[in-house]
Each structure stands twice: as structure tokens, then as C-alpha cells.
């Protein structure tokens, strides 16, 4: 099933199961609990993000041939890094350069997020599928001046400006999605592919990052993990290759859809 969040004509905050004519079926109940889906068709005036996140976990350098492009060694661990929620952002709205903490470097990753769906602490590899709602679309938007010449030595603040964590269109339940790591994902830029690669290249799979995840921590529901990205990023590129106000920039997996997202300046 696909899971959307959404307005639907009235303003009101809705989710749905997601049908081929772009309706949604109306969701009842608890998303993460128990819910029930209904008759009633809902026209979708706005998508939202898939979830309100309840954190934002990412990995850093989980594919290897994105390792190679930047010369860094296979980590022998995961590479955990944080954003804030405040920095989720719904899909079509836009991504926002920052201009009063200037950045002129702002990346593009396209990566597989997984949404956990129930509450889990110190999970084995072989139950760790069993905590996950789905997976969505995610752009892990990247300052990367703020990230490795102005951050102190951490990337946090690079990765966690406002709308620097675009996700969507819609959540795909794992019974649609039996192997994660087994995914066609791309990006491109007003149609031109700069990403374009298959999540079968991560150092740690999908199970491995739960696992190691929750090991002595607590996963909320709700919370996203952004699983890291593909070689083609545009710090690697030569010349190196930023985003541009006006541009256009879409984050496509199989089976989930794509995640499109303008990028416009921060206000004065």
C-alpha cells in the first residue's frame, strides 16, 4: 500500500491509501497502531511530508562507489549524523538556500528513507524489518561549505538548515517492498540524471542500520532514517556542480515514486 499524508479540500490534515486516479482512500485510527482503511475517496489538495517526523537520523558514505568518487575510506561502523525536523520539507515546496548564514555550495543527495513504526530498542538483524512502517523518497540537501570548512568539525549544521530534508511522495508498506536494498534510485536536475544507481551498493543494508541504530537507543515512531546516497553528488563533480535558484530537482525510487522539489533563495 502506499500511505500518503495530505490536505485534502477542506484544509484538513488526512491520510490516505493512494489510488491510481490520485484520490486517497481515507486512513482511520492510528497510522502506527492500529487504523483502518475506509471507502471514502479524498481528492488530495497538498501532499505533505509521508509522516511528521519524530527525529531524523542519516548515514554518511553507505554506498561504496559513492565512497570512491570522494576518496574516503569504507567506514568499519554506520556514519550517523543528525537533522532536525524543523528541516522536513513537503513534496513540491521548496528548497530554500540559505542567505542570512550565506551557503553557495548547497548539494543534492538522493536517498532511500526508512520510517520506523513502532517503538524499538536493541533489535537483531533478523527482526529489524518487523519495526518498519515504510519507506519514502528523501533528499538529504547538503550545505557543503557549513559542512566541512565553518561546521566545527561536524556536519550537523550543513545538513540541517530549513527545508534541507525534503521527503515523500508517499509511504510504501514493506509488503510492497520486501528487499529495500534492492532499488533503482536516481536524481536529476530539470531532467538531467546526475544520480542514477540501485540500493543494493549500500556498505550496510537496510536490517544492518536498524540494527545497529537501536543498539542501546530508543527508536521512536516516526522516526526516518536516511539510509545515505549514491555516487554522482554534485561536490564530487568537476567542476563541482550546486543548486541554482529556479531549478527543479526530483529524487526517484522504484516502487515509491518520485520527489520533486523547486529550489528558490531565503528571503531577505
Known amino acids: ?3 500518503v499524508r495530505f490536505l485534502d479540500s477542506a484544509g484538513q490534515e488526512k491520510f490516505g491509501a493512494l489510488q491510481a486516479d490520485n484520490t486517497a482512500l481515507e486512513i482511520s485510527g492510528d497510522i502506527f497502531g492500529e487504523y483502518r482503511v475506509g471507502g471514502k475517496s479524498l481528492p488530495i489538495a497538498k ?6 517526523p519524530t527525529g531524523i537520523i542519516c548515514i554518511g558514505l553507505n554506498y561504496r562507489r559513492h565512497a570512491a568518487e570522494t576518496q574516503a575510506q569504507i567506514p568499519e561502523f554506520p556514519v550517523v549524523f543528525m537533522k532536525t525536523i524543523a528541516a522536513a520539507q513537503n513534496p513540491g ?16 543527495e538522493c536517498e532511500l528513507a526508512v520510517v520506523i513504526g513502532k517503538k524499538c530498542k536493541n533489535v537483531s538483524r533478523d527482526k529489524a524489518l518487523e519495526c518498519v ?4 523518497c528523501a533528499n538529504d540537501v547538503s550545505a557543503r561549505d557549513w559542512q566541512s570548512q565553518w561546521g566545527g568539525s561536524q556536519w550537523c549544521r550543513g545538513k540541517t538548515f530549513d527545508t534541507f530534508a525534503p521527503l515523500g511522495p508517499c509511504l510504501v508498506t514493506p509488503d510492497e517492498i520486501p528487499n529495500p536494498n534492492a532499488l533503482a534510485i536516481k536524481l536529476d536536475i530539470d531532467g538531467e540524471i546526475m544520480q542514477e544507481a540501485n540500493t543494493n551498493d549500500m556498505i550496510f543494508d537496510v536490517p ?7 543498539g542501546s537507543t530508543t527508536l521512536l515512531p516516526g522516526t526516518v532514517i536516511l539510509t545515505g546516497t549514491p555516487n554522482g553528488v554534485g561536490v564530487a563533480r568537476k567542476p563541482p556542480r550546486f543548486l541554482q535558484p529556479g531549478e527543479v530537482v526530483t529524487v526517484t525510487i522504484e516502487k515509491i515514486g518520485a ?3 523547486p529550489v528558490v533563495e531565503e528571503s531577505p
Open 259 to 261: 520527489l520533486a522539489n
Open 1 to 3: 500500500m502506499k500511505i
Open 208 to 214: 544492518r542500520l536498524v540494527e545497529f541504530l537501536s
Open 93 to 108: 515546496d521548496p528548497i530554500v538556500l540559505p542567505r542570512h548564514l550565506r551557503s553557495d555550495r548547497v548539494d543534492y
Open 133 to 136: 512502517l515504510g519507506y519514502t
Open 47 to 52: 501532499l505533505l511530508t509521508p509522516v511528521a
